[in-house]
């Protein structure tokens, strides 16, 4: 079993449409990273949350350290938000420990 | 305010070549730390570097790779006699202190023919 795990692994969703990107991670971390990358892009760093939940512009993210979870929340979702999310557990320092990602692809 | 710079962007090297990848970090920022992505797999950490030392090369291959981060100038990872498995995207990643938020860079993508 991986230490952190991603589902779903493949998400299609209609313009406008609430997105939600779930993250479970089984090891102790300090702090949660969400990032995003698109195909043969970069990687951007959307949030890092140790606990509560961040907002900014229509993304938000959750993070529920008892229960080892984290979720992140596209609201009114567009077609440029189609990329690869990808959580990452941040254990010791930023060696990070990541999950799979996953592949969204908002239709218009 | 320049965020974290690679390049090459892209590296095409014959198998037995070298490989030289550079990472400036953002401004400020003296930890350093550099990723893999495998094709069609996750991204896995490979090393972390503070200015002219290792602190964790835990996931570095142990024949072959190596990496620095000097006192001056950028950090460099280097692939000797690179092989068709080391074809992969590699990120760098900066953060002003040990435990801050880490900022990603744009990659290089290395194929290796």
């Known amino acids: 079993k991986n230490e952190v795990e991603q589902s779903p692994q493949n998400l299609t969703a209609q313009e406008g449409e609430f997105i939600t990107i779930n993250c479970s991670y089984s090891?102790?971390?300090?702090?949660l990273h969400w990032l995003q990358q698109h195909p043969g892009g970069g990687i951007v760093s959307l949030f890092m949350?140790?606990?509560g939940k961040k907002k900014h512009g229509r993304l938000i993210a959750t993070i529920n350290i008892q229960e080892k979870h984290s979720s992140l929340h596209i609201t009114a979702s567009h077609p440029r938000d189609s990329a690869v999310y990808i959580c990452?557990?941040?254990?010791?320092?930023?060696?990070?420990?990541f999950g799979a990602g996953t592949i969204l692809r908002v239709k218009s | 305010n320049a965020g974290v710079m690679q390049n090459p962007r892209h590296l095409v090297r014959r198998r037995g070549q070298e490989a030289r990848l550079r990472c400036s970090p953002m401004?400020?920022?003296?930890?350093v730390y550099w990723y893999r992505q495998l094709p069609e797999e996750g991204l896995k950490f490979m090393v972390y570097?503070?200015?002219?030392?290792?602190?964790?090369e835990s996931g570095m291959p142990k024949e072959r790779f190596s990496a620095e981060f000097p006192k001056e100038g950028p950090s460099i990872l280097r692939i000797q006699q690179v092989v068709r498995g080391d074809s992969a995207a590699y990120f760098c990643?900066?953060?002003?202190?040990?435990?801050?938020?880490?900022?990603f860079g744009q990659g290089t993508r290395l194929t290796v023919v």
């Open positions: 949350l140790s606990s």
């Open positions: 401004k400020g920022h003296s930890h």
């Open positions: 990643a900066s953060s002003p202190t040990r435990d801050g938020r880490a900022f």
């Open positions: 090891v102790g971390i300090s702090a």
């Open positions: 990452a557990a941040k254990r010791d320092g930023n060696k990070l420990v």
């Open positions: 570097l503070q200015k002219e030392n290792i602190i964790d």
